[in-house]
């Protein structure tokens, strides 16, 4: 066992604001400035709206219709065309053929409709563009303030129609608060069974938007049910190394709010929290090596649970006792027994793949105390009670994936390093890229130490086919002919897994081999995570996602770090990965139960049917050197 030196941090607290505005009129503007123009909610009419079924509902309509229907509306009088044409794009569109619906109501004019038609004109647009991944087109054609006006006034199915497309678009397009407006917009018209889903979706667009939004918005919220999902989800992303604060906070707002939608159930494991108190445990083993090769990442991690452990300490809350064992001088298997026989109830690591591979040979079924292992090993199978916790590029692979999917992006090509590491993150792109429906079109490798990234992009770009095609011509004609290379156009996006200086290299290779144009997204891997506006300038425009601890400069336990321990730039993400391990030590129970989140320093943190913590990440872009997160996109705490 080992002892470790404990050293002082100074540590701050954040504060709670509020008051209230009123809304105004809505402006034809951006659908997101539109929405924030007139309030956080909009104002219901004070007659309720018609449950009636609607006149006409594409739902239980007959295809075969179709071409009746559009016969009939070439002689019919111009109302009743717009009629027939609207419920054959309705059709057709429910049918999936998003190209004829869009064809039948082209000529039609919304502001020479009725406003029922308008409306349903705008919901025929907006399904085309989502379809064809024109998500802010979409919206635009939903926040027209005639189709505003119409919507107000329509029956119920067709209000209900409106705010969840436009709720969807919003989440897309990552403005979740948005999306949360209209979602409880239409919260008081469903059914019990409906809300119960609506409030789900509410929740979980709440948990993508950081503290400090929903702190701030805490000021301007005039709607009440807002205001108290804002405030939950507040409490729920605040004190999370500190389950007795967060505890006293919500049962304040309990309070506040007796008759609250979201009080039952209180979402995001909210209500497991006295629970968890309880079971908290007294004494913890630390399993980590303090010497040899891993010896620094060991130390850094230590020393990041220790931070997060004295903030807490320093907050008078319950903090275990810690015990150090260094798994590099020893069986792995050994020291857990030793940890259990000195009395931990839980232990945290080891590091290395080999040493959990030993733990998991050991224990096939059950460990034998519960583990929080620092590292992950692809299985099917895990046994019981041990928690597989890393910092993978595989997840952030899959996590791209995703976010470029969600912008619309088909047709992707892959530049990566030679080797079987950049192979699996590569892998792991495509094969979650292909299951939400992408292409992989092409892929390269590149040798940093032979520089061989010219070369090789100008064969994934296909440029040196091109000049191959110049050299012909100039044969033929005899003489050079004007002539500019063009690169393949059957891409529209690039994933790009690279280190800090590969991805200088590479970045401006692509706009000098004419793909300046395609959005490049890559891994944590390219930016060194911290601000050098001269050297991040050759990788401007490269979209990532990181850990949030390295765009959270003013975390005071992350400024504590840096001040007390020499060395610490080379070590940031392993300092986030402790703090977590001291998070998730107290809460592994209420992510065990399917509904809950920890809003760590490594990501938003979830658990799932193998055991493994997954980690959602914040996305941001470097622009004139600097790494900016996405305003609408951003998740951290």
């Not at 404990?6 to 400035?33: D, M, N, Q, R």
């Not at 064809?103 to 004019?109: D, N, Q, R, T």
């Not at 304040?252 to 909210?270: D, I, N, Q």
């Not at 003013?554 to 402790?578: E, F, T, V």
Request: charged letters at 25%; hydrophobic letters at 40%.
């Amino acid at each position: 066992m080992m002892k470790t030196r404990f050293f002082a941090f100074a540590l701050t607290g954040a504060v709670l604001a509020a008051c209230s505005t009123t809304p105004s009129t809505p402006t034809k503007s951006s659908p997101k400035e539109q929405l924030q123009s007139y309030g956080d909610i909009r104002q219901r009419p004070e007659r309720p709206p018609s449950r009636a079924p609607l006149a006409f509902n594409a739902a239980t309509a007959n295809s075969s219709d179709i071409e009746l229907w559009l016969i009939e509306a070439d002689n019919a009088e111009p109302e009743r065309a717009q009629e027939l044409k609207l419920r054959a794009a309705e059709v057709l569109l429910r049918d999936g053929e998003v190209g004829r619906a869009d064809e039948v109501v082209g000529e039609l004019i919304a502001p020479e409709l009725p406003p029922s038609q308008a409306l349903r004109l705008a919901l025929v647009r907006a399904r085309v563009h989502r379809a064809h991944a024109e998500f802010t087109e979409a919206l635009h054609e939903l926040s027209d303030p005639l189709v505003e006006q119409a919507m107000l006034e329509a029956p119920l199915r067709r209000q209900l129609q409106f705010s969840q497309l436009r709720a969807s678009l919003f989440a897309i397009e990552g403005d979740h608060l948005a999306a949360v407006r209209e979602w409880i917009f239409i919260d008081p018209l469903l059914t019990s069974a409906q809300q119960t889903h609506n409030r789900e979706a509410i929740w979980q667009s709440l948990m993508q938007i950081p503290t400090t939004v929903l702190l701030d918005k805490l000021g301007s919220a005039s709607n009440r049910d807002y205001l108290g999902w804002l405030e939950l989800a507040s409490i729920a992303k605040d004190n999370q190394g500190d389950i007795g604060a967060q505890i006293r906070q919500r049962d304040a707002w309990l309070a506040r709010w007796p008759s609250h939608p979201a009080r039952e159930p209180l979402p995001g494991g909210l209500d497991q929290l006295d629970s968890l108190a309880v079971a908290q445990p007294d004494k913890i083993a630390l399993l980590l090596p303090f010497t040899g090769r891993y010896a620094n990442y060991g130390k850094a991690i230590r020393d990041g649970f220790i931070a997060a452990y004295l903030d807490t300490q320093q907050k008078q809350a319950k903090v275990p006792e810690l015990l150090f064992y260094n798994s590099d001088s020893g069986d792995i298997n050994q020291l857990l027994l030793q940890a259990r026989a000195d009395g931990c109830e839980m232990a945290i690591g080891p590091l290395r793949k080999e040493k959990l591979s030993e733990l998991i040979a050991r224990h096939p079924e059950m460990m034998s105390l519960p583990t929080l292992a620092l590292n992950r090993i692809d299985s099917q199978r895990s046994p019981s009670g041990l928690y597989q916790f890393g910092l993978n590029p595989e997840d952030e692979a899959e996590q791209i994936a995703i976010i470029a999917r969600n912008k619309g992006l088909r047709r992707a090509m892959i530049i990566t390093p030679e080797g079987s590491w950049g192979g699996k993150v590569a892998d792991a792109f495509a094969r979650r890229w292909q299951e939400l429906g992408g292409q992989v079109v092409d892929s390269t490798t590149f040798d940093a130490k032979t520089n061989n990234y010219s070369k090789r992009i100008k064969q994934l770009l296909h440029i040196d086919q091109s000049e191959r095609r110049r050299q012909r011509l100039q044969q033929i004609l005899g003489t050079a002919p004007h002539f500019e290379p063009y690169r393949r156009s059957d891409a529209d996006m690039i994933f790009l897994v690279a280190r800090p200086n590969e991805g200088r290299a590479v970045k401006p290779l692509l706009a000098y081999h004419y793909a300046g144009d395609l959005p490049v997204y890559a891994t944590s891997h390219i930016y060194h995570g911290d601000e050098n506006r001269s050297r991040d300038q050759d990788i401007n425009g490269v979209h990532f996602i990181d850990i949030p601890w390295v765009f959270n400069s003013d975390s005071a336990i992350r400024q504590a770090i840096n001040g007390n321990l020499p060395q610490s730039a080379a070590y940031q993400r392993m300092y986030a990965l402790g703090v977590d391990s001291f998070r998730l030590h107290m809460r592994i129970a209420q992510l065990r139960g399917g509904n809950g989140q920890v809003f760590g320093e490594t990501g938003t943190l979830t658990l799932n049917q193998q055991g493994q913590i997954e980690r959602e990440l914040t996305l941001a872009e470097i622009r004139d050197g600097v790494a900016v997160i996405d305003a609408l996109s951003q998740n951290h705490n």
